[in-house]
């Protein structure tokens, strides 16, 4: 159920429906099938979830990364 408030709101207000969103497209998984970089260091972050962190980054509204 949505409801309007008269409160300020954040970016992150949003971010929840947006992460809804990808897990419903299944756009992780895809990201991993295509992503052409692999990291050989057991203590390096995967790339897709590096690039997955950047599109949630802008989304936000990050300028920088």
């Known amino acids: 159920m949505l409801q309007e408030t ?3 709101l ?3 207000g949003g971010i929840v429906v ?10 992780v998984k895809k990201v991993i ?3 052409p ?3 050989r260091s057991p203590n ?3 790339p897709a979830q ?10 936000t509204g990050a300028r920088r990364f």
């Open 33 to 35: 099938e295509c992503m």
């Open 18 to 27: 947006f992460l809804e969103f990808l897990n419903k497209i299944e756009l």
């Open 44 to 46: 390096s972050i995967p």
């Open 6 to 8: 008269e409160r300020d």
């Open 37 to 39: 970089i692999v990291h």
């Open 50 to 59: 590096t690039y997955i962190a950047f599109l949630i980054s802008v989304a």
């Open 10 to 12: 954040t970016p992150f």
